[in-house]
């Protein structure tokens, strides 16, 4: 069975995921791609990783992104209607956090549905905007894992919606489709991974959307 470990990452503790099975990958990297490589180095060599996925394109997540597929020569994958926020300093808030930001570019654009099989594991890709327009979780449905982004966290909170992008609708459908899935282990964007009661944690998040909308 596939590894998982939570890197929290520099400037304001987004987690960073590192999935080790037969194929590496990335779920997300961080502010500070040589704080990253040099944890990532701990487990792997960064020529072995595979993929880098971005939930969304905010600094905290994926500011580190251009830096890290140099360095390893990993495919870089997010969702298609990311891609305004992703390169653009004021709207992914590196200029905010006073960060140099390299720009990046995709292997390839999702826009949800597609499967990767990493070896053990598979993860699907769940288009979730709301929190930014092109924000994904991914779900592995074997062993009921989310990895949900900015769009849900433990204890029925949920990312905010009031950055450039954001839309409080689009985040309650977004979460209407999470409380579908069968999810045991949460992997969120911020705080500490989370199991037993998920579903109940999931269904408190879309409440607490709603009142929002
Ligand atoms: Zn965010």
Redesign the pocket.
């Known amino acids: 069975m596939a590894e998982i470990y939570r890197i929290v990452t520099p400037p304001i503790q987004g987690n960073a995921y590192l999935i080790v099975d037969e194929v590496k990958a990335l779920v997300d990297v961080g502010g500070d791609a040589e704080f990253l490589l040099s944890k990532l180095k701990r487990y792997i060599q960064p020529e072995e990783l595979e993929y880098v996925f971005l939930t969304?394109g905010?600094f905290?997540?994926a500011g580190a992104a251009g830096k890290v597929v140099d360095a390893t020569d990993a495919k870089l994958l997010f969702h298609k209607e990311e891609l305004p926020i992703l390169n653009d300093p004021m709207r992914n808030g590196s200029r905010l956090f006073g960060r140099s930001f390299t720009p990046v570019k995709p292997f390839r654009l999702l826009k949800g549905g597609e499967k990767f099989s990493l070896g053990s594991i598979t993860l699907e890709v769940i288009y979730t905007p709301g929190?930014?327009p092109g924000g994904i979780c991914l779900y592995e449905g074997k062993y009921k894992w989310l990895f949900s982004g900015?769009t849900v966290f433990p204890h029925g909170n949920i990312?905010r919606t009031d950055l450039p992008g954001g839309n409080s609708l689009l985040l309650v459908e977004s979460i209407e489709k999470l409380v579908k899935l069968d999810v045991e282990v949460l992997y969120p964007?911020h705080d500490e991974v989370t199991t037993g009661d998920v579903k109940s944690q999931i269904q408190q998040s879309l409440e607490f959307a709603r009142i929002f909308a």
């Open positions: 969304h905010h905290d997540h929190h930014t900015d990312g964007g």
